[in-house]
Structure formats: C-alpha cells, structure tokens
T-cell receptor, first 114, second 113 residues
Framework: AQTVTQSQPEMSVQEAETVTLSCTYD???????LFWYKQPPSRQMILVIR??????QNATENRFSVNFQKAAKSFSLKISDSQLGDAAMYFC???????????FGTGTRLTIIP | KAGVTQTPRYLIKTRGQQVTLSCSPI?????VSWYQQTPGQGLQFLFE???????NKGNFPGRFSGRQFSNSRSEMNVSTLELGDSALYLC????????????FGQGTRLTVV
C-alpha cells in the first residue's frame, strides 16, 4: 500500500525567509503524481504544486518549488520569500493512475513570524 | 468558472440519524471524490465516482454510501450516525479519468451529538 510521511508536524519561518517542508512516500508504482496542497483556516484545500513522476525536472510555481528525488522517494516543498498568507497546513499527497484516489500525509502546520 | 460547491457548510445531527451531503463539481468535471478529515485520522479517502460509476472505495463501513448523477453532481450519505462520524467532509472534482489535479470544495463540517 502507498504511504505518505510528513515528519514535521510544525514549522515556523520569518517573513521573507525560505522554508522547506519534507515529504517521503512509499510505492511500487512507476507512474504516479505528487502534490502539495495548502489548507488555510478557511479549510479549503488549495493545490500549490504538482509533480509528474516521469519528469526529472523539478516543478516550480512562482515562490514555490519542489525537490523531487525519485530514487529516494522524497518530495520536499520550498517556499521562498515567505509571506503571512502562506500560513496554513500543508499536505503532501500521492496519486497513482488506476488507483483513483489521493493518499495524504499527516500535514505540516506552517507559521509565519512577522 | 465556479469552483466546487458543497452544501451544507455546517450540519449538526443526533446519533442514529442519517445525513446527506451534496457536492457540485466544477463545470465539465466528471470525477468526484470524497474525503473525511478528522484530527485523529487525518484525511481519508471515502469513494470516487466517474460518469455515475463508483470506481474506488475506501475502508469505511457500509453506513457510508454515495452516488453520482448524470450532471456529475454527487451526494454522500451516512446512515445511523455515530459520534466518531463527526468530521470535515471534503469533496474534490477533476476533469477526466486520467486526472492529475483535484480541486476541492470548502467542505461540510458535520457534528454528531
């Protein structure tokens, strides 16, 4: 069974600094996708970034980028120039084609210090 | 384009009752998934529907059921509610069977008393 592990329950960072959130996963599949979702206090899950396993290039979306290490099954999220609006729970998620579901990690609560 | 809409946003029910939650996906999206979020268990997959067919089901008792209509709107039903069913229920929609992005609604907060 696929599992997703986020080993950092909480993280904090000074505004304008950079922070990295960790995620590891376990799978025997070769065709899958990885995601980072953000859940602010409003509770709505917002897609931050997506990575296709077959792509070697790390995905980037503005201030958000990932470090995808397929062999190590590691998928970390780097947030640059942290802003107050980045404060939220961040969930790492895995999706394998044919499985039709997202498997989530336990989340990392990110606090931004003004 | 409107996002995923879940109704109601909040619900209080008594043990033993049943409840129906609704989810309207983004226009054009044919896949709808449901997740339960609790502090203890985190986010857990309930089921996924595509073109009115359930394609996958999570490890939940038979009290949890769902369906999808021809317009892609989906409902989930929980019968004989238990205190442990109190949770945030999230619905997500995606475009096709080979979806790669799921867009979530704001959820329905169910409290069972």
């Amino acid at each position: 069974a696929q599992t997703v592990t986020q080993s950092q329950p909480e993280m904090s960072v000074q505004e304008a600094e950079t922070v990295t959130l960790s995620c590891t996963y376990d799978t025997s599949e070769s065709d899958y996708y990885l995601f980072w979702y953000k859940q602010p206090p409003s509770r709505q899950m917002i897609l931050v970034i997506r990575q296709e396993a077959y792509k070697q290039q790390n995905a980037t979306e503005n201030r958000f980028s990932v470090n995808f290490q397929k062999a190590a099954k590691s998928f970390s999220l780097k947030i640059s120039d942290s802003q107050l609006g980045d404060a939220a729970m961040y969930f790492c998620a895995y999706y394998a084609l044919g499985n039709e579901k997202l498997t989530f990690g336990t989340g990392t609560r990110l606090t931004i210090i003004p | 384009k409107a996002g995923v809409t879940q109704t109601p946003r909040y619900l209080i029910k008594t043990r033993g009752q049943q409840v129906t939650l609704s989810c309207s996906p983004i226009s054009g999206h044919r896949s709808v998934s449901w997740y339960q979020q609790t502090p203890g268990q985190g986010l857990q997959f309930l089921f996924e529907y595509f073109s009115e067919t359930q394609r996958n089901k999570g490890n939940f008792p038979g009290r949890f059921s769902g369906r999808q209509f021809s317009n892609s709107r989906s409902e989930m039903n929980v019968s004989t509610l238990e205190l442990g069913d109190s949770a945030l229920y999230l619905c997500a929609s995606s475009l096709s069977s080979r979806r790669t992005e799921a867009f979530f609604g704001q959820g329905t907060r169910l409290t069972v008393v």
